[in-house]
């Protein structure tokens, strides 16, 4: 559990002078030593200091933090919710675009304008699109403006991570949270990169029909990445425009039918999802019509800016079955204090590791 925490703890790291100015980095000779190098050195000073800075400085900062988020519209009693949910490890959460963006990926929106400026489609055009949430009909617009190949790349090189010490923000915490099953509609390989970086590589990554092994390869111990809308760099089972979309979430297709069970059997975290009309919220609208008995969902939601808006955003998401805990301010910010609090709960659900 502690190997998520410990690039948050690393970024931080510095030489401090005896004069008690800071410095990057220092020289013995010619050869220069980054300070966590020189910490990782001496196992019991880095266990120290690692302590140190976990339980004297982050989980305070990050406790403050969520106090204020938690006294925001009613959001103490849904969060408690949530904490008694992820004890039962009953939770699974669901990433959206957001969550890559700190590492210098796009949204699905600065995706597909990044694609447009290979073609000849003019911008008022795409942004017309975008301002009404047509994101698959903006998709089809750019996919009849270039070719297959070249389409297929700008997706593959517009989505990709190759280092995995170049991944930020709080979807770091995700392994510590939640090490055995994350869903993800993202199609970039930021997940799968950053769990194998922290020693905890997913068993599985499913992506497209290949979800229909999730169930067979099901263990109590084994880990899986299912890519509910294919991969970047897959062509086959990647759901990018209206005619993908379709495929995928047609009556009885791989998709649809198991995400529903996972909606049924469930309770889904969103975090970096707009949970705007898309397929996975139209999905679960229908789930929740037919199903009762469907768990509670939650997500992670920046607050709306009126009062009205927040009334008319609750009777949205609460119709579907999906429980938003609000949070204004930095949204990385905001994202990384309610991590830790489920960090919390999942560590005395667990028992404490040692580092």
């Not at 999905?283 to 997500?299: G, T």
């Amino acid at each position: 559990m502690q190997e998520a925490l410990k690039a948050l703890f690393e970024e931080q790291v510095e030489f401090r002078l005896e004069d008690g100015t800071s410095a990057e980095n220092v020289f013995i000779g010619e050869t220069e030593f980054l300070p966590v190098e020189v910490l990782r050195a001496d196992e019991s000073a880095y266990r120290y200091e690692f302590n140190r800075w976990l339980f004297e400085d982050w989980l305070p900062e990050m406790s403050e933090r969520r106090d204020q988020i938690l006294a925001l519209h009613g959001n103490g009693r849904r969060f408690a919710d949530l904490c008694a949910a992820t004890t039962r490890q009953q939770v699974i959460p669901l990433i959206g675009s957001g969550m890559s963006v700190p590492s210098g990926l796009p949204t699905w929106s600065d995706l597909l304008r990044n694609i447009r400026h290979s073609t000849k489609v003019a911008e008022t055009t795409l942004e017309g699109l975008l301002r009404a949430a047509a994101f698959e009909e903006a998709a089809d617009l750019l996919a009849a403006a270039t070719n297959k190949n070249r389409l297929n790349e700008l997706v593959d090189h517009g989505l990709r991570i190759d280092d995995a010490a170049l991944i930020y923000g709080p979807i770091r915490l995700l392994p510590a949270i939640f090490p055995n099953l994350v869903l993800t509609t993202n199609l970039d390989n930021v997940l799968e990169q950053y769990y194998r970086r922290c020693g905890t590589g997913f068993d599985y990554v499913l992506a497209g029909q290949e979800l229909a092994r999730y169930r067979q390869l099901k263990t109590p111990t084994a880990r899986f990445l299912l890519k509910l809308h294919g991969d970047r760099g897959q062509a086959v089972g990647r759901v990018l425009h209206t005619k993908e979309y379709d495929a995928a979430y047609a009556a009885g297709s791989t998709t649809r039918e198991e995400l529903t069970l996972l909606y049924r059997n469930n309770n889904i975290l969103f975090v970096g999802s707009s949970l705007g009309p898309d397929r996975t919220v139209r999905l679960i609208a229908e789930v929740a019509r037919n199903d009762e008995s469907m768990p509670k969902h939650y997500a992670f939601l920046p607050l709306p800016d009126s009062n009205e808006s927040c009334i008319e955003r609750e009777n949205f998401l609460t119709e579907r079955g999906i429980y938003a805990i609000w949070y204004d301010g930095s949204h990385d910010e905001a994202i990384a204090a309610l991590f830790a609090g489920l960090l919390d709960v999942t560590k005395a659900g667990r028992g404490a590791t040692q580092t």
